[in-house]
């Protein structure tokens, strides 16, 4: 289900955004979830979901670690920031949790995220909405 605490990955990245969570057969389940249905980069490549650190310490977020930001959380915020269509920063996204909750960070995504014409959610890696194709 799209838009909610479990889609958002502990570096910060909300994989409600990701066209393979988007997907109408087989949709990803999220990088907290199990491996079924992930894209191999997610699933056995992805540094912060396979963290020993975080793992071993139980760290729900990445914010929660003394070394944060580490270097692989910065890739993805370099990444998110600059190199897709649309926008994500997983930086700001913590700070927006820390500060105002979990729910409102969701209400914020829902509203930045939700296509105008059609309610369907927008691709961060493609900025199309995958319900109608449009931006």
């Known amino acids: 289900m799209l838009f909610t605490p479990e889609m958002v990955a502990p570096c910060g990245l909300d994989c409600s955004l990701c066209a393979q969570a988007q997907l109408k057969d087989?949709?990803?389940?999220?990088?907290?979830?199990?491996?079924?249905?992930?894209?191999?980069?997610?699933?056995?490549?992805?540094?912060?979901?396979?963290?020993?650190k975080r793992i071993q310490s139980g760290y729900a977020y990445c914010d929660e670690c003394p070394d944060f930001p580490c270097e692989h959380v910065m890739e993805k915020e370099t990444r998110y920031t600059s190199a897709y269509p649309r926008r994500e920063s997983p930086l700001e996204n913590l700070?927006?949790?820390?500060?105002?909750?979990?729910?409102?960070?969701?209400?914020?995504e829902r509203e930045q995220w939700t296509c105008k014409s059609c309610g369907g959610p927008i691709s961060v890696h493609t900025g199309v909405c995958s319900a109608c194709g449009g931006k």
């Open 26 to 52: 087989g949709p990803c389940p999220g990088c907290k979830k199990d491996d079924d249905n992930k894209p191999y980069f997610c699933a056995v490549l992805c540094e912060i979901i396979n963290c020993e």
């Open 95 to 108: 700070q927006i949790i820390r500060e105002l909750g979990m729910d409102e960070f969701l209400r914020q």
